[in-house]
């Protein structure tokens, strides 16, 4: 199993879209984002939907688990702050 993109940058207010393929054998790859199921591991830096699309909420990062018959993918997400953060 796989999420496209496996990681990215964004900022507050950015939307990604996901995208999970699955690999059966030696087949090909199958476009199975409308079968999987998303969840984020921190709802407070990014929202996902039933859809796969992510919705950046503010600085940080996560993870975001794309599950599909048992099967588990990540993409991670960062969204640094605008500006340096003083120690």
């Known amino acids: 199993l796989e999420v496209v993109p496996a990681s ?3 900022k507050a207010g950015d939307e ?4 999970v393929w699955a690999t059966f054998g030696e087949g090909p790859k199958t476009d199975v984002t409308w ?5 984020s ?6 929202a996902v939907d039933a859809q796969g699309r992510v919705k ?3 600085p940080g990062a996560t993870a975001v688990r794309a ?3 048992g099967h588990v993918a990540l993409a991670l997400l960062t969204a640094p702050h605008a500006e ?3 120690p």
């Open 56 to 58: 950046v909420l503010r």
């Open 67 to 69: 599950t599909f018959q």
């Open 84 to 86: 340096a953060v003083k």
């Open 41 to 46: 591991n921190d709802a407070s830096v990014a």
């Open 35 to 39: 079968l999987s199921q998303f969840e």
């Open 8 to 10: 990215a940058l964004a």
């Open 16 to 19: 990604k879209q996901l995208a």
